[in-house]
């Protein structure tokens, strides 16, 4: 007999249904009362001879939580429970709860799982069955130790953020999906649309992802930086065709902590994993709000057997707050088709098309928004903007074997196109037709992963070994092009061709990235003391044909400058990560963690000054400890980051910048807390103390002092009052804040200014397959500038030239409605 503590409640709700039908009129008793008496008297027997039986002998309940050694709740972890009279079932939450209704007697318990060592309890029956604490082992761990920010589990190396986040909130605008990530990191619009955002973290400015160290993104382990790319090393522009609703959950490592991730690691990892399928058959979203602003979400999931499948379309469009209408159009088209042959093996399919147009204003000079002269939301050159066009088709393979470990492997081939128009300096090195600029970007990449898990025993202790590799390939034709009115002929207007300012590149790259690494962790002590080792290479070669007229650093304008060559490099990046938790029934874990990241460089930079360095590395080191309980958890890490010496080439003008060594410390603070079972709190604090250049000096005031790494905030913090599930209600209330921070390295006072900003989204569902949603962001109409950055500028072809701060406006009060109809439920 094999039964759960569900069973009775489920026969009561369905002969309670009986009744209800009868009363309602769905039965005719009144034309047979006889059978109308019939089946009361039966249910009346059956509630009686079930009572007898559930009842005949004393119940209890067993109820608690299951943990790992360091104090991480698992969830869906399957519990057995043998009695006299049968098999009870039950399955832990995802808060790694469980509770079920067992008999007053001697109980053996099995608790299992997927990648969990099994064992099993005896339990006496005098013994206390409610509020326990089980532990188990993982023999694979997953990939994010930390259990989903709801669910109140943290450490200091790695955070996490579930589909809720994005299937409850009413984005407006593409670019608050990576908002939305927090944990230290600082993200603003250059153009208000369409542009890849610019990453700030540590107290590095990234520019758009790949500098300075790099922040590293992959969306289904496909890496979204695009390196020696029109606009800027790592560009980030290919997020723009990911649908929000399509995301299962996103882990954020917090530095190069893990083997399996290279190229633009240094400042941490954000690995995006979409949805295989959807809960629903169809799911349409229909919103639209300020600034004429529309978007849709429309997708269709069968339901078929071993089968995992979706379709899904996303149209937008907008015209943003400025004066000049961003006329921001966006298509997305997604889709996944996964066979699983068994519960251990699958095979899939997934791919991601996406189209965007836009205009802009740029980044405005705010000397002349202050003086009245230029409105916030106004724009000098209002042809800014871009088109970009993106393909990306890749395959899977997941293989589960008898033995514990698991291979994994997947492979791509994506294509793009970028235009991205431009006007930085406005009439600076053209004073008759303008500074605009065309940077194109044409590519064809490839890629393979491949990742081989085995558990295995190390004298009596549990041992998990990984290996793995990856191949990265880029075939890519960019180049930047001087034009008019987006018409790329400004190099041969009169007067142009023999202007030594007036830059004009193209080239053929290719770019090839070859990696291996093997990372081991053991379990001593009982799974207390978890320490981990790590090994990886990457080998880069860049080929180069191409070439540079005018510019900066060619001083003749008839001059050419070829780029043409081969440069290949290579770097090892070691691993540590050490958990301990020293004690039985105290939630604490102690971590220290050391990761060494790389990024590399522009192939053209590269062919350019091939003595430079080609690849930089990021040392990052971490010191913490997690206090985690059911309703509070608590992280606190002391962090220093050392960087190696760094060229960037620049697209825009095709000059290279030399960063000399950088070194940024200080600390992170986050917290989680459960108020009750409907709201939490959750917020973090990332704060550096100091970012310098070491050994680096310049004379101010007639003071010696340390060169300061600039154009990054020191303070990054974010707190959110999460209400969930209350009456059909789920909403939340987020603030961000930055401190204001320096833009130029010698002058202090030449700062950017901070800001705090609240936004606020409310989703209440009316029926099972109907929800409305709202959303407010920048609830009290906070001015502020997501980007700021301080270069020279000439506004008019008759003005002086000036170095000034120009700016990017954040968004004003902006209201957003929506409604959402999720059908043909496949429970």
Not at 153 to 182: A, C, H, K, V, W
Not at 224 to 234: A, D, R, S, V, W
Not at 249 to 259: K, T
Not at 627 to 648: A, K, M, P, T
């Amino acid at each position: 007999m094999i039964y759960n503590h569900q069973c009775y409640k489920t026969f009561f709700r369905v002969t309670q249904k009986e009744f209800k039908d009868m009363s309602a009129g769905k039965v005719d008793h009144r034309s047979s009362p006889l059978k109308f008496i019939g089946k009361v008297s039966f249910y009346l027997v059956l509630t009686a001879l079930f009572n007898s039986l559930i009842f005949s002998q004393e119940m209890r309940i067993f109820s608690g939580t299951i943990i790992t050694p360091r104090f991480e709740t698992v969830a869906d972890v399957q519990i057995e429970v043998q009695t006299s009279g049968g098999i009870l079932t039950a399955k832990t939450d995802a808060e790694g709860a469980f509770s079920v209704v067992v008999p007053a007697e001697s109980l053996s318990v099995k608790f299992s799982g997927s990648n969990i060592e099994p064992q099993t309890r005896i339990f006496a029956p005098t013994e206390n069955l409610q509020n326990i604490q089980i532990r188990v082992s993982y023999t694979i761990p997953p990939v994010s130790e930390s259990v989903i920010i709801e669910d109140n589990t943290l450490s200091p190396e790695i955070e996490r953020r579930n589909e809720s986040i994005y299937t409850n909130t009413l984005f407006g605008r593409d670019d608050q999906i990576i908002q939305s990530l927090n944990a230290g990191i600082n993200a603003g619009q250059h153009e208000g649309g369409g542009k890849s955002l610019e990453i700030r973290r540590f107290g590095f400015n990234t520019d758009h992802g790949g500098v300075g160290g790099g922040v590293k993104i992959l969306v289904d382990n496909i890496q979204q930086n695009q390196g020696t790319q029109g606009h800027g090393q790592g560009y980030l522009g290919n997020l723009k065709s990911l649908s929000p609703e399509l995301v299962q959950d996103v882990s954020i490592i917090n530095g190069p902590f893990s083997a399996a991730y290279g190229d633009f690691s240094g400042l941490g990892v954000v690995q995006i994993r979409l949805k295989e399928s959807l809960p629903q058959i169809f799911t349409a979203r229909i919103q639209g709000g300020s600034f004429n602003t529309a978007r849709g979400f429309f997708a269709y999931s069968p339901k078929i057997k071993n089968v995992d499948a979706f379709i899904a379309f996303e149209p937008s469009y907008t015209d943003g707050p400025f004066k000049s209408p961003l006329r921001y159009r966006r298509d997305n088209f997604s889709g996944n088709l996964t066979y699983k042959f068994d519960d251990k093996t699958a095979l899939g399919i997934k791919m991601n098309f996406g189209r965007n147009n836009f205009f802009s204003s740029g980044q405005i000079p705010l000397d002349l928004v202050d003086a009245g002269e230029l409105d916030r939301f106004g724009a000098i050159d209002p042809e800014n903007g871009g088109r970009v066009k993106t393909g990306t088709i890749g395959t899977y393979f997941r293989k589960e074997f008898a033995s514990g470990a698991t291979l994994k492997a997947d492979a791509f081939v994506g294509r793009s196109l970028f235009d991205l128009f431009s006007n930085f300096t406005f009439f600076l090195a053209d004073p008759v037709y303008g500074d605009e600029i065309q940077q194109h970007d044409s590519r064809l990449q490839q890629g393979a992963n491949a990742q081989y898990l085995l558990p295995y025993k190390f004298f009596g202790k549990q041992a998990l070994l990984t290996v793995g590799g990856n191949v990265h390939f880029n075939q890519i034709n960019v180049g930047l092009y001087p034009s008019v009115s987006r018409n790329p002929n400004r190099k041969d207007l009169p007067g142009n061709i023999d202007n030594p300012n007036v830059l004009y590149t193209k080239a053929d790259a290719k770019v090839n990235n070859y990696a291996g690494y093997i990372q081991n962790g053991v379990d001593f002590f009982s799974g207390h003391l978890r320490v981990e080792t790590g090994l990886r290479f990457d080998t880069f070669t860049f080929d180069v044909n191409g070439f540079e007229q005018g510019g900066k650093e060619i001083h003749r304008a008839s001059a050419v400058n070829f780029l043409i060559g081969k440069e290949s490099a290579t770097k090892f990046q070691p691993k540590l990560a050490v958990a301990w938790s020293p004690l039985e029934t105290t939630p604490v874990t102690f971590y220290v963690n050391y990761g060494r990241g790389i990024s590399s460089q522009d192939a053209r930079g590269v062919v350019r000054n091939s003595d430079a360095p080609k690849i930089s590395t990021t040392d990052f080191y971490q010191a913490g400890t997690s206090y985690n309980s059911r309703l509070i958890s608590l992280v606190g890490s002391f962090f220093l980051i050392d960087r190696s010496n760094e060229q960037v080439y620049i697209p825009d003008d095709g000059s290279i910048e030399f960063a000399g060594r950088s070194r940024s410390y200080g600390f992170e603070l986050r917290n989680s807390v459960r108020i009750n079972r409907f709201l939490s709190f959750n917020g973090g604090l990332t704060q550096v103390i100091r970012a310098i250049y070491p050994g680096e000096f310049i004379e101010i005031n007639n003071s010696r002092e340390r060169v300061i790494v600039d154009s990054a905030p020191k303070t990054v913090a974010n707190g959110s009052f999460v209400l969930s599930e209350l009456r059909g209600f789920n909403a939340s209330l987020n603030w961000r804040h930055i401190s204001n921070y320096r833009l130029d390295a010698e002058d202090e006072n030449v700062r950017a200014s901070g800001h705090d900003v609240i936004d606020l989204s409310i989703a209440k569902r009316l029926k099972k397959w109907v929800e409305l949603n709202f959303s407010i962001d920048n609830l009290f109409n906070k001015k502020y500038y997501e980007t700021q950055n301080y270069f020279e500028s000439r506004v008019c072809p008759t003005c002086d030239v000036g170095t000034r701060i120009h700016a990017t406006p954040g968004y004003p009060f902006t209201v957003n409605f929506g409604v959402t109809f999720r059908l043909g439920s496949k429970e």
